[in-house]
């Protein structure tokens, strides 16, 4: 098994900054792909940003394109969001996932780990 805990959210007003973190721990050399996803009140989880075991491949999600960057340090076993230039509608609970796929996939149902999640609120 994988356990994931994310941290560094907080409130920020818009247009600031947030570094999230997701430390890994448990059967680690199992996890390939990491990814980002979120869930504001009332929507569903969607996804932000995700990376290859490498970090060679990347991909975001429109809305945060150009404003957030996921990196990972696979020595450390963590995995990064630098979010700058927040908007209110960044506000939600952000989730940090883990795959088993080498694939960067886009949809939770790839992931097979989670984490519990930690708030990011964003005020205008």
């Known amino acids: 098994q994988v356990q994931l805990v994310e941290s560094g959210g907080g409130l920020v007003q818009a247009g600031g900054s947030l570094r999230l973190s997701c430390a890994a721990s448990?059967?680690?050399?199992?996890?390939?792909?990491m990814g980002w996803f979120r869930q504001a009140p009332g929507k569903e989880r969607e996804f932000v940003a995700g990376?290859?075991?490498?970090?060679?491949?990347?991909y975001y999600a429109d809305s945060v394109k150009g404003r957030f960057t996921i990196s990972r340090d696979n020595a450390m076993n963590t995995v990064s969001l630098q979010m700058n230039s927040l908007k209110p509608e960044d506000t939600a609970v952000y989730y940090c996932a883990a795959d088993r796929s080498p694939q960067v996939h886009s949809t939770t149902r790839s992931y097979d780990y989670w984490g519990q999640g930690t708030q990011v609120t964003v005020s205008s």
């Open positions: 990376i290859s075991r490498s970090g060679g491949i990347t």
């Open positions: 448990g059967r680690t050399l199992s996890i390939n792909a």
